[in-house]
């Protein structure tokens, strides 16, 4: 089979993006798995795939982990998505709406960057008694369209993201899902840094969209941060999270704006 893909980017978290409208690709997970394979594939932290909308927005989004297992979200790939289908759409495009397991979300593109209107993030827990050995910190929850964890730290240079992340991951508090795992290290009131350990990918990445949505609203919720959060990542990208504290409900209004970027485009035969 050859299936023509164009190469992403989005602050560093790297997808292979494919063209199913007309819903000709039916990839096994193996399939997913060998075009996300660095050494014998593409290579990426995830596929996304353009399917026909079923729910009257522009498009249907689906997202897919290097290991081929389908995630409901994913806010570096929703920009890269939002850049790609705006092109679909015609020059000038400027506003795209696609439907994810998240629920129905847009991509506005902004010169080189695309805002995402998030979904209600849900599952906060703050606080928990989540332990995991050698960790000596505090575990917060939350759903900001997939699972996330979030950790506060003091150096987070020196963080044992691998050993840490798999074991909250993997921790049976979160089976049988499983969870993304972020770290995350205050650099000042409006400004934090991040490092994720991905489900799916099983290993950091340099970037992740909906986990550093989830540190941004912890901290305004621990730490009383303004929207909007400057978020630094491991890529080198600095991304903003915006947001509207509610007080019946933990938020609404929350954006993701950052980079997306072509890479290069190709067609492979698997
Ligand atoms: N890279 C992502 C999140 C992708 C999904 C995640 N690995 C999961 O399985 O929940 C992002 O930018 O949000």
Redesign the pocket.
Known sequence: MQIPFQKMN?AG?DFVVIDNRDLKFQLSKEQIALLCDRQRGVGA??LLAVEPAEKGADFKFR?Y?ADG?E????????RCFGKYTAALLGEGTSLVTFETIAGTLSAQIIGDNVCIAMSEPFDLALHTDIKVDGLDAEVHVIN?????VVVFVDDLKNTDVLKYGAALRYHEHFAPA???VNFTQVLDAQHIAIR?Y????EGE?L?????M?ACALIHHLLNDAASPVSVDVEGGETLEIGFIPESDKPFTGVTLTGPADFVFAGEITI
């Open positions: 989005g978290n932290d995830g997202y982990n297992g995630a409901e979200m994913c806010g570096n790939g929703a900001t369209g997939v699972p996330h499983g969870t993304n994720t991905e489900r799916g990918v990445t970037a992740c969209g909906t986990g949505t």
